[in-house]
């Protein structure tokens, strides 16, 4: 299986900065496309950003010239680097990823366990 653990969260400023992890930990799947996903309280969860294997890049239109998402593939691991956030970016922050079984070629997806990012005004 999968493991995906989020890491970086916390109380940010609005206008100041944070940086977030996920990394991957396998030895029998290829990971293949990462995303970030966020939720606020009492609404629904919506995708932040996703990258390909090859560093393809897609945003959320609120996000778009804010946020970066990276990813170092030699360690597993995607970023997402948040600058100048405001407090309509307070959620909690999900890494997902597809990830194909080596000896099957079979897809599989899967969620880490989020972690929280409260923006201060």
């Known amino acids: 299986q999968v493991r995906l653990v989020e890491s970086g969260g916390g109380l940010v400023q609005a206008g100041g900065s944070l940086r977030l992890s996920c990394a991957a930990s396998t030895s029998t799947f290829r990971i293949d496309r990462m995303y970030w996903y966020r939720q606020a309280p009492e609404k629904q969860r919506e995708l932040v950003a996703d990258?390909?294997?090859?560093?393809?890049?897609n945003y959320a239109e609120s996000v778009k010239g804010r946020f970066t998402i990276s990813r170092d593939n030699a360690k597993n691991t995607v970023y997402l680097q948040m600058n100048s956030p405001k407090p309509e970016d307070t959620a909690v922050y999900y890494c997902?990823?597809?990830?194909?079984?080596?000896?099957?070629?079979?897809?599989?997806?899967?969620w880490g366990q989020g972690t929280q990012v409260t923006v201060s005004s």
């Open positions: 990258i390909t294997s090859s560093s393809s890049t």
């Open positions: 997902n990823a597809d990830a194909f079984r080596i000896v099957s070629g079979v897809r599989y997806n899967y």
